[in-house]
């Protein structure tokens, strides 16, 4: 596999980082992860806003464009030969070692930051979950992702301890829940519930990610003339609902047939679930960028 590391496209077994790197050491950097049609990305400008506007919050410097995102994002298809595979890409930009001072505190501007770019297929799995739906777990309340939930940080613990309970409860998710009993999101991914065919989704204010993916599927809604509401959602609206699905720019719309051991809705993917599948899939169609030539 072929990364891209602070300007160069190297093999994954000889990239290095720093060990003074304030990502290794203290979750110091910002990330985000997008979706590629057959080497195409979705969104990629607005997912480097989200990027930069992450990093500025972290005093980070993003020294990456968006022409110069895209070119690397070309040479990194062509060099993992996933022209015709649609791909997984993570961008992390990190705070740049100092070994002078491995706390860095002022001048953070002087420090380069660590831009890695790493690209991988899709897992087929993804495809059979969003045709045959995916069971998840409900978290006890405190389970958001840390005191920053708002920015796609590094500091990826509370996520991944989250997914891992998923995994061991045999779950593809897990539900997060607030310290005051409020539905959150996914640990990767945001939540919709239908109900009474109106759509629902945790307000955004309230400790999450709000995602690009749940910010197309809100407009996506109201172009359809489906109503939505943002508003505080409890677990017990989670287990009454009609339908509901998880929604993320890899694993794009899941439908949600269960929760822990008890089926949801129909316990199987509901009409509302499979329409918005389709739409976002003709919304992908129309909004990726035209095919280029081959990169060389
Ligand atoms: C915690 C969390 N919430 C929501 C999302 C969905 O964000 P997006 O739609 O921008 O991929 C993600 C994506 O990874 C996530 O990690």
Redesign the pocket.
């Known amino acids: 596999m072929q990364v891209y590391l602070n300007g160069n496209l190297i093999d994954a077994a000889e990239a290095r980082v720093s060990v003074w790197d304030g990502g290794y050491l203290y979750g110091d950097g910002v990330y985000?992860?997008?979706r590629l049609y057959r080497g195409r990305p979705l969104d990629l400008a607005a997912?480097l806003e989200?990027l930069r506007r992450h990093a500025t919050a972290l005093a980070l410097p993003v020294p990456l464009d968006d022409a110069e995102a895209a070119a690397v994002i070309d040479r990194l298809v062509a060099a993992n030969d996933l022209q015709n595979h649609d791909g997984r890409l993570r961008i992390t930009i990190s705070r740049g070692g100092d070994p002078g001072d491995p706390l860095p505190l002022h001048d953070l501007d002087r420090l380069p930051s660590t831009v890695l770019m790493t690209l991988a297929a899709v897992p087929d799995a993804f495809a059979l979950w969003a045709r045959e739906g995916i069971r998840v777990c409900l978290l006890e309340p405190g389970s958001a992702?840390g005191n920053l939930?708002h920015l796609?940080t590094l500091n990826g613990l509370p996520?991944l301890l989250a997914q891992r309970q998923a995994a061991a409860r045999g779950c593809r998710e897990a539900i997060l829940v607030s310290e005051d009993g409020r539905l959150l999101?996914?640990?990767?991914?945001?939540l919709f519930l239908v109900r009474g065919g109106r759509l629902q989704t945790p307000a955004g204010a309230d400790g999450?990610?709000p995602?690009?993916?749940?910010e197309r599927i809100l407009s996506l809604a109201a172009n359809l003339g489906i109503g939505c509401d943002r508003r505080r959602l409890d677990p017990a609206d989670l287990l009454a609902a009609d339908e509901a699905f998880t929604?993320?720019?890899?694993r794009e719309i899941l439908p949600i047939v269960a929760v822990d051991d008890r089926p949801l809705g129909a316990g199987t993917p509901g009409p509302m679930t499979r329409r918005l599948q389709g739409a976002y899939r003709e919304l992908v169609e129309t909004a990726l960028p035209a095919a280029g030539p081959p990169a060389v």
């Open positions: 985000t992860t997008l997912h989200r992702r939930p796609k996520a999101e996914g640990a990767v991914s945001n999450l990610l995602g690009r993916t749940r929604a993320s720019s890899v």
